[in-house]
């Protein structure tokens, strides 16, 4: 994958670090939660266009840097 990417009209690297954490950071992503989060995140990615670049789901947070294109907004 190169560094920058193309449209016609741009040439862009716009890549984002999100951290989602449930209300008081209760440990509840477990097991077949985990699961679930994690394709949900993809299935949603994959239907913006979004590119996944690092994904990591503990038990209280997931972290999520993502290359997301310039006309989407976070």
């Known amino acids: ?13 716009c890549k984002y670090h999100i951290v989602w954490c449930p209300k008081y ?11 679930f989060v994690e394709q949900t995140l993809r299935m949603l990615c994959e239907w913006k266009t979004i590119g996944i670049l690092e994904m990591n ?8 840097i993502l290359s997301i294109l310039p ?3 976070v």
């Open 1 to 13: 994958m190169t560094k920058w990417k193309k449209l016609s009209h741009a040439i862009y690297q």
């Open 25 to 35: 950071r209760y440990r509840i992503l477990k097991g077949q939660v985990t699961e």
């Open 71 to 73: 006309r989407l907004s």
């Open 57 to 64: 789901v503990k038990e209280d947070h997931i972290h999520m």
